[in-house]
């Protein structure tokens, strides 16, 4: 079955991970989803975050990711329009066994 995986790519700053994954498990009810606590990252700042010992940041990427049919996916990604910036989605193609 052909399906598509999409990854949203949020920092844990913009506390709405939560909200997101509960939209994708409650409202959309997708066929899966897992999400991801980077252990490093940057985005458009150019600031890099790291997790360490020393310092435990609150500022690290989150990587939510999910997968369903082509169709259910364009329109999930629709519908969380306001709540991810577009062009921190990203969409590739899959097969389900």
Partial sequence: MKVLLARI???ES???H????????DEEQVKG???FRAVAGYGSSGVVHANSLVDLS???PIVIEFFDTPE???EVIDNLD?????DHVVIFEGEAY
């Fill in 33 to 35: 989803v897992t999400m």
């Fill in 14 to 16: 913009d506390a709405i």
């Fill in 58 to 60: 609150l500022n690290l």
């Fill in 72 to 74: 259910k996916v364009h």
């Fill in 18 to 25: 939560q909200q997101i994954l509960e939209r994708l498990h």
């Fill in 9 to 11: 790519y949020v920092s």
């Fill in 82 to 86: 306001g709540l991810v910036k577009p």
